[in-house]
């Protein structure tokens, strides 16, 4: 498929399913997980993204996860977050899956994502399940957060070895199963299931659109292939659809 082929197609206003990885916030300044600078080059997962992890050091855990807040708060949504919430106004049947935890998404406007691993500004008490956003209210200056019931507030992230929200991986398998358009953008699609999502999508018979500067798992299943980064090729595919009337 060309780049005219799927504007065309994209015109016609069919049902699309996006799934974004890390890649699409790398160039907000915020590290992919793997690859050459990737956050499992320089941590380890297993010390500080698993439950054993937290049962063993919570203070370490949370000192990671406030890093990374610190660096996501610091950050902007960039091009390629923006041209994917123009494409939700533009696109009446869109649903963006995301396994990303930053929020960057619906900060640059996109309404209807879907979170597969969480949202890292989640505090989530262990004992009673209660939530607080901390996006909104502020940090809490306790080492290691309390809930009032006096259980551990944990971050509101899906760990190794956990399970993803029930509801989120329904509604993501929905979309893969039934749309027409599918891209894959700025993930190595090495952890399932979010990885399979792309694969039950051509199974399915939608066209997959690949946009990332390196070769994935994915790659073989793509009927469009663009090898840029997202800030580059999602505002092109904008520019497009834009030029184009609904036909
Ligand atoms: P990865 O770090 O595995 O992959 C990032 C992908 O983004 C790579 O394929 C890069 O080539 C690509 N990339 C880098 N810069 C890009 C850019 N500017 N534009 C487009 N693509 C770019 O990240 P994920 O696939 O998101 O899970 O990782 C999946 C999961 O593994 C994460 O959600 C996290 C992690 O462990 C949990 O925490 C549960």
Redesign the pocket.
């Known amino acids: 498929m060309t780049l005219n082929e799927l504007i065309d197609m994209l015109a016609r206003q069919p049902r699309v399913a996006v799934l974004?990885?890390?890649?699409?916030s790398?160039?907000s300044g915020i590290p992919?997980?793997?690859?050459a600078d990737?956050?499992?080059k320089q941590f380890r997962?297993e010390e500080l993204?698993t439950p054993e992890a937290f049962r063993r050091d919570p203070k370490l855990v949370w000192e990671w996860y406030r890093f990374r807040r610190q660096i996501i708060r610091e950050a902007e949504p960039n091009a390629?977050h923006l041209a994917l919430a123009e494409m939700e106004k533009r696109l009446p049947h869109f649903v963006l899956i995301t396994?990303?935890?930053d929020g960057l998404h619906q900060r640059s406007g996109s309404r209807k994502v879907i979170e597969?691993?969480g949202n890292i500004f989640i505090d989530r008490c262990v004992q009673c399940g209660k939530e607080v956003d901390r996006s909104l209210d502020p940090e809490s200056n306790e080492e290691i957060p309390h809930c009032e019931c006096g259980g551990l507030f944990r971050p509101g992230?899906?760990?190794?070895g956990?399970t993803l929200p029930p509801d989120a991986l329904d509604r993501a398998w929905n979309a893969a199963e039934q749309c027409e358009v599918f891209f894959s953008?700025?993930?190595?699609?090495?952890?399932y299931p979010?990885?399979g999502l792309p694969e039950l999508a051509h199974r399915r018979g939608a066209r997959v659109v690949e946009?990332?500067?390196?070769a994935?798992a994915v790659s073989v299943h793509a009927d469009l292939i663009m090898r840029?980064?997202?800030?580059?090729?999602l505002p092109e595919i904008v520019a497009h659809l834009q030029s184009v009337k609904p036909s």
């Open positions: 974004t990885g890390s890649g699409i790398a160039e992919t997980f793997r690859g990737g956050l499992w997962a993204a390629g396994q990303n935890v597969l691993h992230v899906v760990w190794f956990e953008i700025g993930t190595s699609a090495v952890v979010a990885a946009i990332n500067p390196e994935t840029e980064s997202a800030a580059k090729a």
